[in-house]
């Protein structure tokens, strides 16, 4: 009796205790999202600005550094582009970037792409994509976050706050590099709206774009700070310039939408 009380026992003392992590599982300091706009908005001389600075931010020493420079020296890093939808050949799947032959090699696969886009713009759709792709990582990582950036405010399906907030909710930082080298007419405070509307999360930051020159330094900068863990603008207050104006209406573009494209683009709505 004895014997079979003990057993029982020591089966409850095995349930009760917390579960194993994997034997196989990678530590990293970050696991870092990259999802980058490739909608109509983008005109093609913006569209190769924008690769070609993740291209070279991710060869750069600065970010090789950063990198080396964790607790682990080592990240876990994917990409994929966006507009309306992500399309299932628009990623790149994870990867662990420990050193600068790992980092050439993803920069490799992005320079390699198609340049193509196609209509919409869904903040919303990439950030519910980007927190799909962090809770399918096999990583065991400190921090999560997802590097967004666009040239154009949410206009369709859900609305961006929502799927910004459920991102947040999972522990995943949001970070926003707007493009304001050709401000939309109807919103032209896109950095108002990344930081209201679409960045969140403990240090999340907003850093944009104002000129092409300042493309290549900006993505490198937004990186390095991603992967270094550094909190938000009191980390570079002479970089991270979001414009202090009115409060930002997050549901702009789904209202400028439905006037301006919905009469000629109803697919949109599909």
């Given at each position: 009796m004895l014997d079979a009380?003990?057993?029982?026992?020591?089966?409850?003392?095995?349930?009760?205790?917390?579960?194993?992590?994997?034997?196989?599982?990678?530590?990293?300091?970050?696991?870092?999202?990259?999802?980058?706009?490739?909608?109509?908005?983008?005109?093609?001389?913006?569209?190769?600005?924008?690769r070609a600075g993740y291209v070279e931010a991710l060869r750069h020493?600065?970010?090789?550094?950063?990198?080396?420079?964790?607790?682990?020296?080592?990240?876990?890093?994917?990409?994929?582009?966006?507009?309306?939808?992500?399309?299932?050949?628009?990623?790149?799947?994870w990867q662990v970037i420990d050193n600068a032959e790992s980092a050439n090699a993803f920069a490799d696969k992005i320079e390699a792409r198609p340049f193509r886009s196609f209509g919409g713009t869904s903040i919303s759709g990439?950030?519910?994509?980007?927190?799909?792709?962090?809770?399918?990582?096999?990583?065991d990582a400190t921090?999560?976050?997802?590097?967004?950036?666009?040239?154009?405010?949410n206009n369709t399906g859900t609305p961006v706050t929502t799927t910004r907030d459920a991102a947040v909710a999972k522990d995943i930082v949001v970070n926003g590099l707007p493009i304001l080298i050709s401000p939309s007419p109807s919103l032209s405070h896109l950095?108002?709206?990344y930081a209201e509307c679409v960045t969140g999360g403990p240090g999340s930051f907003v850093l944009p774009v104002y000129a092409a020159s300042e493309f290549v330094t900006a993505i490198r900068r937004k990186l390095v700070l991603e992967v270094s863990g550094v909190a938000g603008p009191g980390a570079d207050p002479g970089s991270i310039r979001v414009d202090a104006a009115a409060?930002?209406?997050?549901?702009?573009?789904?209202?400028?939408?439905?006037?301006f494209s919905d009469p000629y683009f109803p697919e949109l709505n599909r």
């Open positions: 009380l003990s057993l029982f026992a020591c089966l409850a003392c095995a349930q009760a205790a917390p579960l194993a992590t994997p034997a196989d599982t990678i530590a990293v300091d970050v696991e870092l999202v990259l999802a980058v706009d490739i909608s109509h908005s983008m005109d093609e001389k913006e569209f190769a600005l924008q020493p600065d970010f090789i550094n950063a990198v080396r420079s964790g607790v682990t020296g080592r990240i876990a890093l994917a990409y994929f582009e966006w507009a309306g939808t992500v399309r299932d050949d628009a990623v790149i799947a990439a950030l519910a994509f980007g927190a799909k792709l962090l809770d399918g990582a096999a990583f921090r999560s976050v997802i590097d967004i950036s666009g040239d154009g405010p950095d108002q709206y409060p930002v209406d997050c549901l702009q573009g789904e209202r400028d939408r439905r006037f």
